[in-house]
């Protein structure tokens, strides 16, 4: 056996070139496999590791994973805003430790604007544990101060002390309603989250309402546009409404006698959607695209098994001469079909070692570029169980497509015996 190996081995190196390329395109199709699914897991980790340690998010009723969308990942629109009031009657609840409000439908430059309180610095988790950090200035605290996430601050390069004009109403561009009788200044940019915060703008409640001020129907009135930010205090601005808010209750347990509460709540339509499962829900709605991205890979994988046959199998006709010495020399059917699959074998396991490492380097490639496109954070985590079996499956399988050339080898080495002319 050792002596086939060996044999095995020096025949591929006298191949050199077709041996280098077959090994290439199979390392290709494996980190084709493994980088989506890096990507695959990465987006559905992000996902789900967007909030943590919160047990509601509390907004008008609706869809659950459209109110998840607007208040966690800043997609999409509200459909109705909460009263302050119905807000500050659950966030005094004795069974709630905590809230986080939020109103949202500015933007700048395309990026959302989100007015809070410092709660939201204070409560908001990530990852599990991870908590918003400041990697310049302070937080916001007089009306039009505005903390930047991460990304935002990069790409539309800003800088502690810049004044910005916000966009009434969502958009892409600078839009056509400004609030330019009421520039913000930048008082903190926030460490990289990996979530929707870094494209974000965050600003105090009342600022929120200090740039709508007079304002009705969506546009501006003519009192609107002499109001001068130097005359707005917190002490003349009084928050009627928000978006939606957050809510860390007591206990689990309490936290779903909170949201019957609060979806059999009768001073308005409000409901309370618990994140995790709502999270799932989001990622159902997806399925479909995960489902394809697995199909995908495991074809990328497939093509270049066959890549690897056709390899072999067109070199047989340059290695007929080399398979009737062999025969010659007193070599078995046995022996020609072990040579042939270990030569398989062969190329497929240093295929995968090699389509391991460029994984490994795709990744290190690709993780700032779609965390800074999609926000999804691809983490350089172990290859999983089940990615294990693939691989080795892989191997099988490759030993069973070389038996093919295999018999062919065979076949030919009875017809040439060595009158073959090379």
């Known amino acids: 056996m050792i002596?086939?190996?060996k044999i095995a081995s020096q025949s591929l190196w006298n191949r050199k070139l077709s041996t280098l390329l077959t090994i290439f395109s199979i390392a290709i199709s494996i980190m084709l496999f493994l980088g989506i699914e890096r990507i695959r897991l990465g987006a559905k980790e992000s996902f789900s590791n967007t909030?943590?340690?919160?047990?509601l998010v509390v907004g008008a009723r609706g869809s659950e994973i459209q109110l998840l969308l607007y208040t966690v990942f800043h997609m999409g629109n509200a459909t109705n805003n909460i009263s302050w009031s119905s807000?500050?009657?659950f966030k005094n609840h004795p069974d709630v430790a905590w809230t986080i409000p939020f109103s949202l439908g500015d933007s700048y430059n395309g990026h959302r604007v989100v007015a809070t309180d410092e709660n939201f610095y204070e409560h908001y988790q990530f990852?599990?544990?991870?908590?918003?950090?400041?990697?310049?200035?302070?937080?916001p605290e007089n009306i039009f101060d505005v903390a930047l996430g991460s990304e935002m601050a990069t790409k539309e390069n800003l800088k502690l002390g810049d004044?910005?004009?916000?966009t009434h109403g969502i958009s892409d561009g600078p839009g056509i309603l400004l609030h330019k009788h009421n520039?913000?200044?930048?008082?903190?940019?926030?460490?990289?989250?990996?979530?929707?915060?870094?494209?974000?703008?965050?600003?105090t409640l009342e600022g929120m309402e200090a740039i709508h001020i007079n304002w009705q129907n969506g546009t501006p009135t003519i009192e609107n546009n002499k109001t001068n930010s130097n005359l707005i205090t917190k002490d003349n601005i009084k928050i009627e409404q928000i978006t939606s808010f957050l809510i860390g209750a007591n206990s689990r347990i309490s936290s779903l006698s909170l949201q019957r509460e609060i979806n059999n709540y009768k001073k308005e339509p409000i409901m309370g959607v618990i994140p995790g499962v709502a999270l799932s829900q989001l990622w159902t709605t997806v399925s479909y695209a995960e489902t394809a991205l697995q199909i995908i890979s495991l074809c990328v994988v497939i093509v270049g098994l066959i890549g690897m046959m056709v390899s072999l199998y067109t070199s047989l006709e340059s290695r007929r001469r080399e398979m009737a010495i062999l025969r010659a020399v007193g070599a078995g059917k046995s022996t020609i079909l072990i040579l042939l699959v270990t030569e398989a074998a062969f190329l497929s396991l240093f295929g995968v070692i090699f389509?391991?490492?460029?994984?490994?380097?795709?990744?290190?490639?690709?993780q700032p570029i779609i965390l800074s496109h999609f926000g999804i954070l691809i983490s350089f985590t172990s290859i999983e169980f089940y990615e294990y079996v693939y691989l080795i499956l892989v191997i099988i399988l490759?030993?069973?497509?070389g038996l093919i050339p295999a018999v062919k080898a065979y076949k030919n080495s009875l017809i040439d015996g060595l009158s073959i002319r090379i």
């Open 51 to 55: 909030i943590s340690k919160t047990d």
């Open 127 to 139: 990852f599990s544990d991870k908590k918003v950090e400041f990697l310049e200035g302070k937080r």
């Open 183 to 203: 520039p913000f200044k930048v008082t903190a940019i926030l460490n990289e989250t990996g979530t929707p915060i870094d494209r974000s703008a965050f600003i």
């Open 163 to 166: 004044n910005i004009i916000l």
């Open 3 to 5: 002596h086939l190996l």
């Open 87 to 89: 807000y500050n009657n």
């Open 398 to 401: 490759s030993v069973f497509i």
């Open 355 to 366: 389509g391991v490492f460029l994984s490994y380097f795709l990744v290190g490639i690709a």
